[in-house]
C-alpha cells in the first residue's frame, strides 16, 4: 500500500503554478459597470469593462505561456 503511494508523488506530477488572469477580467467587469453606474451607463461601462479585462487575462496568459510551459 505504501509503495503505490509512493508513485503518485513522483517529480513528474510537480505542475508549475500558473498566473490566473481571470481575477482581471472580475475585476475589470465589476470597475466597468461601477465607472457605467455612475455615468449613468452601467449596460455599457460592462461591455467596456468585460473587453478590457479579455485583453488584460489574455496578455496574462500570453506572458505565462512565455514564462515557461
Known amino acids: 500500500m505504501e509503495e503505490v503511494a ?24 465589476l470597475g466597468g459597470f461601477a465607472w457605467g453606474a455612475m455615468s449613468g451607463l452601467p449596460v455599457h461601462g460592462a461591455i467596456i469593462g468585460t473587453a478590457i479585462g479579455i485583453v488584460l487575462a489574455l496578455a496574462t496568459w500570453l506572458l505565462d505561456r512565455r514564462r515557461g510551459a
Open 6 to 29: 509512493l508513485l503518485c508523488h513522483d517529480w513528474t506530477m510537480a505542475r508549475r503554478n500558473h498566473a490566473a488572469g481571470g481575477f482581471f477580467l472580475v475585476l475589470a467587469i
